[in-house]
């Protein structure tokens, strides 16, 4: 059995979650890792279950939907960190209709 795209696949979840950890910004790392299980999927579908090692552990298609299930999930979250959902430039003070009015 090859566990090369295991250990590849390994080594890039790893890589994810050591920036996640040390960088002061992490949804870099949550796109790396979620990229990570996205070429699992990939190398699941397109390896034959001798070559998939580690990736192989119910049918193909079972294997191949989780992993993109995941990796979709984690590339989003990734990029939902870096979205600002409240922006205070956003802000605008709306006047009182009546304030318009003091100087005529």
Known sequence: MAWGAYVMVAAGAATGLIL???LP???????VLGAAFLAGAVLRLLLPRRHSGGLSVRSRLTDTLTLT???LLMV????LLE???????LIVD?????DSLVGQ
């Open 20 to 22: 996640i950890a040390v």
């Open 83 to 89: 979205v600002d959902l409240h922006p205070s430039d």
């Open 94 to 98: 709306q006047a009182r209709p009546s």
């Open 25 to 31: 910004e992490p949804w870099l790392g949550g796109v």
């Open 69 to 71: 299930v995941f990796g």
């Open 76 to 79: 989003a979250a990734g990029v």
